[in-house]
């Protein structure tokens, strides 16, 4: 729930403090403070509709599904921290003509490039202006260094212009 504004009751809830303007900016902890009220909200509809009014097993099964809640939010979190780090990007943008300055590239060079080969063969051959391609980290920094070993990201051949971006999250 996280990140979520239920029926504007963010804005609601902040309205009154945007007067105080020495006060530290407080959106995170209140959506966790709303997400958790929405979950014994939650919770406690459940209990009713199982009818158990033991509080015993009240605490336990509110233990149980915290714990489980934590460790839901833990592991989705690290898969993505996961994912993004090792994430990398080829851009490469084929124009006919440029007013910047670019290095030639050579077909040995590019045979040495496999991903931005086939990124600018692709380009080539099928008269497509853009070319777009998730790749290792690996051949990412084989890329970056060539780039940066040339000082231009803007590569001619075969009489095209080729402007290789490359991004990763951050």
């Known amino acids: 729930m996280i990140g979520f504004d239920i029926f504007g009751c963010r804005k609601i809830i902040t309205k009154p403090l945007e007067n105080f303007v ?37 605490i336990k099964s509110f233990a149980i599904s915290f714990f489980t809640i934590i460790v839901l939010f833990t592991a989705m979190f690290a898969l993505t921290a996961y994912q993004l780090e090792h994430e ?30 086939k990124a600018i063969n692709y380009c080539i051959k ?26 231009y990201h803007i590569l001619a051949y075969k009489g095209k212009y080729f402007t290789v971006l490359l991004n990763q999250p951050d």
């Open 88 to 117: 990398r990007y080829l851009h490469v943008i084929m124009e006919d003509a440029t007013e910047y300055k670019y290095a030639n590239i050579t077909e040995e060079e590019l045979l040495e490039l496999p991903a931005l080969s």
């Open 126 to 151: 099928n008269n497509e202006t853009k070319y777009s391609c998730k790749i290792s980290g690996h051949e990412w920094k084989r890329i970056r260094d060539y780039l940066e070993n040339k000082g």
């Open 22 to 58: 020495n006060l530290p900016d407080m959106a995170g902890p209140l959506e966790l403070l709303l997400s958790f009220i929405v979950m014994i909200v939650l919770y406690f509809i459940f209990l009713f509709i199982l009818k158990r009014r033991s509080f015993s097993f009240a």
